[in-house]
């Protein structure tokens, strides 16, 4: 497990009122399915699918978790924002303490994540465990999910979504995390300021993990 440090990179604001961008909205619950259907488009190869969800019944499980974890937390939250047509979502955890999560929808994701890992369950809690351990102290917002569907990638979608609680946190000097399985997604991430504080693996040795975080740029 390594810690990690060094010089932010130079990073570009994303709030410049002279670009345009695609329309983002909070999500609905109207936009459950299709949250639930975009993000196992986006992620149904990615390495953290194959490697969490068994191969029994993989996208069934993939598609019941993005509905729980992303669409039904997200929007009872007030946490998930999307595209007007829902093919790029961006889901979130709030600062503790600022948006409970409805009672139903815990009991839910107490209920199912286990069963939807099946045999993974325990090296999945195992891992949850140490990346909890990494996130920030201080309040922060965690980014919990994005993704955007094949056909809609490289129209800046990705940038679009994360924009509005990239925005609120410089606006409120709040910390934003997240923790990515890929380095490419490291790589993104750190083009809107997230900086790599920890390097690690999952708790069975098979996947990197590094826990991102990213400081409020100051105010102008």
């Known amino acids: 497990m390594e810690r990690v440090t060094g010089r932010r ?3 570009q604001r994303i709030d410049d009122p002279d670009e345009e961008g695609p329309d983002v909205r909070l999500a609905e619950t109207r936009d459950v399915p299709r949250i ?9 190869d990615s390495r953290w699918t194959r490697w969490a969800l068994p191969d ?3 996208m069934q499980r993939l598609t019941r978790l993005n509905e729980l974890d ?10 998930a924002w999307v595209t007007e ?3 790029a979502v961006a889901v979130w955890e709030p600062p503790a303490g600022t948006a409970p999560l409805p009672e ?8 199912e994540l286990p069963y939807l890992a099946g045999p993974r369950a325990g090296v999945v809690a195992e891992t949850g465990a140490l990346i909890a351990a990494a996130r920030p102290s201080e309040p922060h917002w965690w980014l ?19 924009a509005p609680v990239i925005v609120r946190c410089d606006e409120e000097q709040t ?3 997240a923790a990515v399985y890929s380095w490419a997604n490291t790589r993104f991430l750190r083009g809107f300021g997230f900086e790599v504080a920890l390097a690690t693996r999952t708790s069975d040795d098979e996947l990197p993990v590094w826990v991102v975080v990213r400081q409020p740029l100051p105010h102008r």
């Not at 992303?70 to 946490?79: M, Q």
């Not at 139903?104 to 209920?111: C, G, K, P, Q, W």
């Open 85 to 87: 047509d829902v093919d």
């Open 56 to 58: 029994d019944g993989r």
């Open 144 to 162: 919990a999910h994005l993704g955007v569907r094949p056909s809609s990638r490289r129209r800046g979608l990705a940038a679009a979504v994360l």
């Open 9 to 11: 990179p130079t990073i």
């Open 36 to 44: 639930a259907a975009t993000l196992t488009v986006a992620l149904a």
């Open 70 to 79: 992303a669409g039904h937390r997200g929007v009872a939250t007030g946490s």
């Open 104 to 111: 139903d929808v815990a009991d839910a994701l107490r209920r």
């Open 175 to 177: 910390v934003a995390a």
